[in-house]
């Protein structure tokens, strides 16, 4: 069973960035894809970003792709979401999670083990 707990968030003002940090328990960390998602008020939680395990592919949704960065160190058990250029819109709480699959996956279903999330409020 891998434990997540993610970091980093906080307030910004629009245009800053933040980096988030998502660590992992268990030997088998590095085993897994691993997902970032993100969940505004009122709203569904949605597909941020996606690692593979080696961290070789990535995957992004569309309306963070050029401003979001997905990375892993696997040494160090612990997945980072870099985000620039950040908007109003992209305020949420941002959870990590693990992946079930081998493929990067855009959808809730396919991931587990989720964190308990870092709130991320981008200032007008």
């Known amino acids: 069973q891998v434990q997540l707990v993610e970091s980093g968030g906080g307030l910004v003002p629009a245009g800053g960035s933040l980096r988030l940090s998502c660590a992992g328990s268990?030997?088998?960390?590095?085993?897994?894809?691993m997902g970032w998602f993100r969940q505004a008020p009122g709203k569904e939680r949605e597909f941020v970003a996606a690692?593979?395990?080696?961290?070789?592919?990535?995957y992004y949704a569309d309306s963070v792709k050029g401003r979001f960065t997905i990375s892993r160190d696997n040494a160090k058990n612990t997945v980072y979401l870099q985000m620039n250029r950040l908007k109003p819109e992209d305020t949420a709480v941002y959870y990590c999670?693990?992946?079930?699959?081998?493929?990067?996956?855009?959808?809730?279903?396919?991931?587990?083990?989720w964190g308990q999330g870092t709130q991320v409020t981008v200032s007008s």
């Open positions: 690692i593979s395990w080696s961290g070789g592919s990535t």
């Open positions: 999670a693990k992946s079930l699959s081998i493929w990067l996956r855009n959808s809730v279903r396919e991931y587990d083990s």
């Open positions: 268990g030997r088998t960390f590095s085993s897994y894809a």
